[in-house]
């Protein structure tokens, strides 16, 4: 079995920018402060630039957290990439997304 841990790291925005320029990806990423620009910037360039045209239609899924769940969220990260090396899922205004319920919580856990 093993184990993925998700280490939190504060980084600038153009810290981020430069990671993602030379290709040096994170499993996650949480964008959160006080100032939105730099979270709408780091969120489009991840957006627009990426993956190429060919690869978003497959690999890159954007949620708007009003509309989706935690489960949406999950079973879009689970998918594998198709004809590319990477599948992005991009939540945004994440803080209005709904959670749902301590069953589905159980669920997620379940294995297939």
Not at 35 to 59: Q, R, T
Not at 69 to 89: E, F, G
Request: proline share 4%; hydrophobic share 40%.
């Amino acid at each position: 079995m093993t184990f993925e841990f998700l280490l939190l790291i504060s980084m600038s925005a153009a810290d981020i920018i430069k990671d993602l320029k030379s290709r040096k990806y994170k499993p996650v990423y949480l964008l959160h402060g006080e100032e939105p620009y730099f979270i709408d910037m780091v969120s489009s360039f991840v957006e627009h630039k990426l993956l190429s045209d060919a690869e978003k239609g497959f690999n890159q899924t954007v949620l708007y957290g009003k509309d989706t769940d935690v489960m949406t969220v999950l079973n879009a990260a689970k998918r594998y990439p198709m004809m590319a090396d990477y599948q992005v899922v991009l939540i945004k205004e994440a803080q209005e997304m709904k959670w749902g319920t301590e069953g589905d919580d159980k669920k997620a856990l379940t294995p297939c």
